[in-house]
């Protein structure tokens, strides 16, 4: 049986932290494609709504346009060089609506015309929201690909 034999091996902090910092390095590359695997996986589970309700009015009402919460999934690498890189996805318009849900709350006209959608017509110019129940696609996209980290 042969001796062993004794490695030492010094690490210099400074380069540890560049390498782990590094905008175009490994660990930003893994972030990115962790983000856009979540951001697909938000785009995958999210409502998607065919037709929009602008009300009867014909003025555009206080819902998004059919398909904008599911175009406006995206993911941002933050990588500025001064910490470990990390990915963001994030959704604009109702996301966050439909990932936590509303409580009930009032809605007001802001004109002189009154509240209307399509499936139930004409509400008046102030109504009672029932609010909406949760429908968390950003974090059943995350948990989703928790195990493949």
Not at 34 to 43: D, M, Q, V
Not at 49 to 76: D, E
């Amino acid at each position: 049986m042969a001796p062993y034999k004794l490695v030492r091996v010094r690490f210099n902090e400074l380069e540890v932290q560049a390498f782990l910092n590094d905008p175009d390095g490994p660990v930003a590359h893994l972030m990115r494609e962790l983000g856009e695997k979540g951001a697909g996986y938000a785009r995958q589970k999210v409502r998607k709504r065919v037709v929009g309700s602008p009300g009867k009015s014909g003025r555009p009402g206080t819902s998004a346009p059919p398909g904008s919460t599911l175009a406006s999934i995206a993911t941002t690498l933050h990588a500025g060089g001064f910490r470990v890189p990390w990915a963001e996805v994030s959704a604009d318009m109702v996301g966050l609506f439909l990932e936590r849900g509303t409580r009930p709350h009032s809605i007001d006209s802001y004109g002189p015309w009154s509240l209307s959608n399509y499936a139930t017509g004409y509400f008046g110019y102030h109504v009672n929201h029932p609010g909406a129940r949760p429908f968390p696609f950003l974090t059943t996209a995350l948990w989703d690909l928790q195990g493949q980290v």
